[in-house]
């Protein structure tokens, strides 16, 4: 079975300053997805990147990229220029790609991150 | 385009009573999954739907959980009778067919006491 562990429950950043978020996961897979969601206090999750492990190339979306690295199993987070909007639960989370059709995902526990003014 | 909605958004009930979460997915979306997040622990896999059908209910922890999706639209979760370990919050999400990413509602927030 797959794992996905997020070591830091709690981080926080100065408004726009840069923050990178840890992701770790285990699997005996050579094929599958790996996305960082975003829970904000309204509580509803959106997507925020999404990373098809066949691709070395990092997926970026404007301020946010990740590192990842597959033969390590690390897939972390980075905010750039951080926003007072962008507070919020960061969730890691892996999906096989075995199942086709079957967007049955793995999460971590969580982090939440604390933007400063 | 509407989103996921779910109600209710809070539910505070005791020991031994029923309760019944409603999820209503995305028009058009055949897939509809639930998750469960308990206090501080992972967001855990509960089950999924293909329209009507169950395709993988795996995740559901014991016989007091039935969920249904009756016609293929909205779907139910019941709990019955609950027990304190099934404070948490739940989340439904819905996709369309294939590989499209999911789309998550705010989630209940169930309080057993």
């Known amino acids: 079975a797959q794992t996905v562990t997020q070591s830091q429950p709690e981080m926080s950043v100065q408004e726009a300053e840069t923050v990178t978020l840890s992701c770790t996961y285990d699997?005996?897979?050579?094929?599958?997805?790996l996305f960082w969601y975003k829970q904000p206090p309204s509580r509803q999750m959106i997507l925020v990147i999404r990373q098809e492990a066949y691709k070395q190339q990092n997926a970026t979306e404007n301020r946010f990229s990740v590192n990842f690295q597959k033969a390590a199993k690390s897939f972390s987070l980075k905010i750039s220029d951080s926003q007072l909007g962008d507070a919020a639960m960061y969730f890691c989370?892996?999906?096989?790609?075995?199942?086709?059709?079957?967007?049955?995902?793995?999460f971590g526990t969580g982090t939440r991150l604390t933007i400063i003014p | 385009e509407a989103g996921v909605t779910q109600f209710p958004s809070h539910s505070v009930i005791e020991k031994g009573q029923t309760v019944t979460l409603r999820c209503d997915p995305i028009?058009?979306?055949?897939?509809l999954y639930w998750y469960r997040r308990v206090m501080g622990k992972e967001i855990k896999f509960l089950l999924h739907f293909v329209k009507e059908s169950k395709q993988d209910e795996s995740g559901m922890p014991n016989n007091r959980f039935l969920a249904e999706r009756t016609g293929g639209t909205y779907s139910t979760l019941k709990v019955q009778p609950a027990e304190l370990e099934d404070s948490g919050v739940y989340f439904c999400?819905?996709?369309?067919?294939?590989?499209?990413?999911?789309?998550f509602g705010n989630g209940t927030r169930l309080t057993v006491t």
């Open positions: 989370a892996y999906r096989s790609r075995a199942n086709f059709g079957n967007e049955k995902l793995t």
């Open positions: 028009s058009g979306h055949d897939n």
């Open positions: 699997t005996s897979e050579s094929d599958y997805y």
């Open positions: 999400a819905s996709s369309q067919v294939g590989d499209s990413p999911l789309h």
